[in-house]
């Protein structure tokens, strides 16, 4: 099992630009995550997903986009970067997010840049 | 609004334990306390829950206060590899938004 599994690992773009950052799992989770983490911060909540087709918004959805075609894949797009969303993204899955015994795992994340 | 509040460091003697608390005084009857961890620049890592009752895994303790108001999470014996930054989190099953706040920093002395 590969778990969680993040591309790129880093990623610099200009002002403007638009990208997708990329997360799979290969656990069969229903429910998948995406955070954001500044430095010297905890992880703030952009959007999740309790299943393929159903997406909500977290704690700081302004400028991104999800959609959750398959189980497996939860990407997360930015539309026009701004150099406040330099941070580092993970994504996260769980089995079955109701469960207390179904806890979170994390991709290592990516390092994006916005100049 | 934050539902935990953690000290931002600690600083904890390798081979002895780390007794990590964390205050949740306004915690609902349907919350559980969540333990992660975050080693350097990685993903957090789960540790354990727990509800009312104190538990125990391969990793950690956790102790939970009777009014559940506070609980501590016990490294029984902490290595350099436990350096990392804990948060301890509330959250009700029925909640699909787990957030995270700015955790303890342990650092593990030789």
């Known amino acids: 099992n590969a778990g969680v599994t993040q591309t790129p690992k880093f990623q610099v773009l200009k002002t403007g630009q638009s990208m997708t950052l990329q997360c799979a799992q290969d656990?069969?989770?229903?429910?998948m995550s995406w955070y954001r983490q500044d430095p010297g911060m905890g992880l703030r909540l952009i959007h999740y997903?309790?299943?393929?087709?159903?997406?909500d918004q977290g704690e700081v959805p302004n400028g991104y986009n999800v959609s959750r075609s398959t189980t497996e894949d939860f990407p997360l797009r930015l539309l026009s970067a701004a150099p406040s969303q330099t941070s580092v993204y993970f994504c996260?899955?769980?089995?079955?997010?109701?469960?207390?015994?179904?806890?979170?795992?994390f991709g290592n994340g990516t390092r994006l840049t916005v100049t | 609004d934050a539902k935990t509040t953690q000290p931002p460091s600690m600083d904890c003697a390798e081979g002895r334990a780390a007794n990590l608390p964390c205050n949740h005084s306004?915690?609902?009857?349907?919350?559980?306390v969540y333990w992660y961890r975050q080693i350097h620049s990685q993903g957090p890592q789960y540790i354990i829950h727990g509800l009312k009752n104190n538990e125990t895994n391969e990793m950690a303790s956790l102790i939970i206060t009777e009014d559940r108001k506070s609980s501590t999470l016990i490294l029984p014996h902490a290595t350099l590899r436990d350096t990392a930054v804990y948060y301890c989190?509330?959250?009700?099953?029925?909640?699909?938004?787990?957030?995270f706040g700015a955790g303890t920093r342990l650092t593990v002395k030789p």
């Open positions: 989190i509330v959250r009700a099953n029925n909640n699909n938004d787990m957030r």
């Open positions: 656990m069969n989770h229903e429910y």
């Open positions: 306004t915690i609902s009857g349907n919350e559980y």
């Open positions: 996260a899955s769980s089995y079955s997010f109701g469960t207390p015994s179904s806890p979170l795992h």
């Open positions: 997903s309790v299943g393929a087709g159903i997406t």
